[in-house]
Protein backbone atom coordinates (compact mmCIF):
# COMPACT_ATOMS: atom_id res chain seq x y z
CA UNK A 1 0.00 0.00 0.00
CA UNK A 2 1.29 3.21 -1.05
CA UNK A 3 1.54 6.41 1.61
CA UNK A 4 -0.41 8.85 1.08
CA UNK A 5 1.70 12.18 -0.18
CA UNK A 6 1.18 15.27 1.51
CA UNK A 7 -0.31 18.29 -0.18
CA UNK A 8 2.34 20.35 -2.08
CA UNK A 9 3.10 23.64 -0.97
CA UNK A 10 3.23 26.52 -3.52
CA UNK A 11 4.47 30.01 -3.17
CA UNK A 12 2.41 33.19 -2.59
CA UNK A 13 3.98 34.79 -5.26
CA UNK A 14 3.27 31.88 -8.18
CA UNK A 15 2.04 33.20 -11.01
CA UNK A 16 2.65 36.39 -10.74
CA UNK A 17 5.17 38.82 -13.05
CA UNK A 18 6.85 42.32 -12.79
CA UNK A 19 3.78 42.94 -14.58
CA UNK A 20 0.77 41.46 -13.11
CA UNK A 21 1.72 42.07 -9.55
CA UNK A 22 -1.28 40.76 -7.61
CA UNK A 23 -1.89 41.25 -3.36
CA UNK A 24 -0.30 38.93 -2.06
CA UNK A 25 -2.98 36.98 0.24
CA UNK A 26 -0.86 36.95 4.14
CA UNK A 27 0.05 33.27 4.92
CA UNK A 28 -1.95 31.34 7.16
CA UNK A 29 -1.38 31.44 10.46
CA UNK A 30 0.34 28.09 12.39
CA UNK A 31 -2.02 26.22 14.03
CA UNK A 32 -1.81 27.18 18.16
CA UNK A 33 -0.07 23.90 19.17
CA UNK A 34 2.62 23.89 16.55
CA UNK A 35 3.01 27.69 18.38
CA UNK A 36 3.26 25.92 21.69
CA UNK A 37 5.19 23.56 20.76
CA UNK A 38 8.21 26.14 19.73
CA UNK A 39 9.32 27.62 22.98
CA UNK A 40 9.96 23.94 24.55
CA UNK A 41 11.61 22.83 20.97
CA UNK A 42 13.88 26.40 21.56
CA UNK A 43 14.36 26.08 25.19
CA UNK A 44 15.82 22.32 24.62
CA UNK A 45 18.51 23.84 21.92
CA UNK A 46 20.06 26.37 23.97
CA UNK A 47 23.66 25.25 24.80
CA UNK A 48 25.36 22.15 23.77
CA UNK A 49 26.58 21.26 20.31
CA UNK A 50 23.03 21.94 18.23
CA UNK A 51 23.10 25.93 20.12
CA UNK A 52 22.55 28.36 17.40
CA UNK A 53 24.71 31.18 17.08
CA UNK A 54 23.18 34.79 18.63
CA UNK A 55 21.09 36.99 15.87
CA UNK A 56 23.22 39.31 13.69
CA UNK A 57 22.05 42.50 13.16
CA UNK A 58 22.82 44.23 9.99
CA UNK A 59 24.95 47.32 10.09
CA UNK A 60 26.37 49.77 7.07
CA UNK A 61 29.76 51.94 6.37
CA UNK A 62 30.10 53.46 3.10
CA UNK A 63 33.53 53.46 1.48
CA UNK A 64 34.92 55.29 -2.12
CA UNK A 65 35.44 53.43 -5.16
CA UNK A 66 39.08 52.58 -4.39
CA UNK A 67 38.83 51.78 -0.96
CA UNK A 68 35.68 49.40 -2.01
CA UNK A 69 38.45 47.67 -4.54
CA UNK A 70 40.61 47.68 -2.08
CA UNK A 71 38.26 45.78 0.14
CA UNK A 72 37.54 42.94 -1.97
CA UNK A 73 41.23 42.75 -3.08
CA UNK A 74 42.08 41.99 0.58
CA UNK A 75 39.01 39.80 1.08
CA UNK A 76 40.62 37.70 -1.57
CA UNK A 77 44.16 37.69 -0.23
CA UNK A 78 43.20 36.34 3.22
CA UNK A 79 40.14 34.36 2.91
CA UNK A 80 42.25 30.94 2.62
CA UNK A 81 44.85 31.97 5.38
CA UNK A 82 41.99 33.41 7.81
CA UNK A 83 38.88 31.02 7.30
CA UNK A 84 36.95 34.18 6.25
CA UNK A 85 33.88 32.39 4.71
CA UNK A 86 32.40 36.05 2.97
CA UNK A 87 32.80 39.44 3.69
CA UNK A 88 31.06 40.02 6.81
CA UNK A 89 33.58 37.50 8.34
CA UNK A 90 36.32 39.79 7.69
CA UNK A 91 34.68 43.06 8.44
CA UNK A 92 34.02 41.84 11.93
CA UNK A 93 37.10 40.20 12.31
CA UNK A 94 38.71 43.81 11.70
CA UNK A 95 35.92 45.22 13.42
CA UNK A 96 36.34 43.35 16.52
CA UNK A 97 40.35 43.87 16.45
CA UNK A 98 39.92 47.55 16.75
CA UNK A 99 37.17 47.24 19.30
CA UNK A 100 39.34 45.05 21.72
CA UNK A 101 42.23 47.26 21.64
CA UNK A 102 39.64 50.38 22.41
CA UNK A 103 39.00 48.34 25.37
CA UNK A 104 42.53 47.71 26.75
CA UNK A 105 43.28 51.35 26.05
CA UNK A 106 39.54 52.88 27.52
CA UNK A 107 38.12 50.27 29.61
CA UNK A 108 40.82 48.38 31.58
CA UNK A 109 40.52 45.19 29.05
CA UNK A 110 36.45 45.26 30.03
CA UNK A 111 34.05 44.73 27.58
CA UNK A 112 32.14 48.11 26.99
CA UNK A 113 28.69 48.17 27.99
CA UNK A 114 26.45 47.63 25.11
CA UNK A 115 24.56 50.28 23.54
CA UNK A 116 21.34 50.27 21.85
CA UNK A 117 20.66 51.11 18.21
CA UNK A 118 20.26 54.32 17.52
CA UNK A 119 22.37 56.52 20.41
CA UNK A 120 24.97 57.90 18.67
CA UNK A 121 24.69 59.77 15.33
CA UNK A 122 22.07 58.81 13.10
CA UNK A 123 22.45 60.41 9.91
CA UNK A 124 22.10 63.84 8.49
CA UNK A 125 20.92 66.40 10.95
CA UNK A 126 17.86 68.85 10.08
CA UNK A 127 18.83 72.15 9.81
Known amino acids: MAAKRTERRTSALSGQTPVNTQAVPPAPTPAP ?16 A ?6 RTKMNYYADSDQDGRIRAAFYAG ?17 MGLVESLEREFNGGEHFEPMPPGTGPVGRPLE
Open 79 to 95: RDKYRWRNMTDMQLHGV
Open 50 to 55: GAKKAT
Open 33 to 48: AAVAAAPALAAKSSGG
